[in-house]
Structure formats: C-alpha cells, structure tokens
C-alpha cells in the first residue's frame, strides 16, 4: 500500500469539493431550465398534471425502503436545514416571470378533476 501525504489528501479533497459544488450549481441551474419549460408547458394550456413528469426514470427508481432511505439521504447530505427558504431566494429571478406563475396558479386551481355531484 502506497502511503499518501496530509498534502496530497488535502489536495484530492479540495478537488472533490470543487467537483461535488460545480456539480450543485449544475444540477440548481437545470432545475431552473426543468421550472422555465414546465412554465412555458403550461403556458400552452396543458393540465398540471402533464408538466409533472418524473424526475427519476422508472428503471431507476428505488422499490424497497432501503433503497428510498439511501436517495433520501443523499439527496438531504450535508445541507443546512436550518432555513430552508433562505437557500431558495432569487432562485427564479430572470426564469419565471410572477404575474404570469400566479395566472397559472389561479387557472390550475379552477380546474376539477371531480365528477358533479349527483343528489
């Protein structure tokens, strides 16, 4: 066995931070695309229910409790719980504009899934 140095270790480590906060802001501004497309999606008209795709392919969904625990975990690692909706301000400025988010909200809501009620 090879025998590494603090310094190399310290190395490999600020790599993979860099590596692992690269890959967050990745994932953040694709979800910010995946937001302004189901806005645009909905924009045409189409049901909330269509623009809620899966995020995760069924092949690649966990089936077992075991399997949820370790996507919710690392899923939730390392962040700072505590303030949540802190984390997310500004998140969609220059994405969604709000006058026409809070058209679509009110729309959504006017649309019934329920048959009449029949006395």
Do not use: N
Not at 30 to 45: P, T, V
Not at 74 to 98: N, S
Not at 104 to 119: K, N, Q, S
Request: one cysteine or more.
């Amino acid at each position: 066995m090879t025998s590494t140095s603090p310094e190399q270790l310290r190395e490999a480590i600020a790599r993979e931070e860099a590596r692992v906060a690269s890959l967050e802001e990745e994932r953040r501004l694709a979800r910010g695309r995946l937001d302004a497309l189901r806005s645009e999606l909905g924009a045409l008209g189409t049901p909330a229910s269509d623009r809620l795709l899966p995020l995760i392919s069924e092949s690649a969904r966990p089936e077992t409790s075991a399997e949820k625990v370790v996507v919710f975990r690392q899923l939730f690692r390392g962040r700072d719980l505590a303030d949540p909706i802190a984390g997310t301000a500004g998140a969609w400025k220059g994405l969604v504009d709000g006058e026409t988010l809070k058209r679509h909200i009110y729309a959504d809501r006017l649309v019934t899934t329920r048959p009449p009620a029949c006395l």
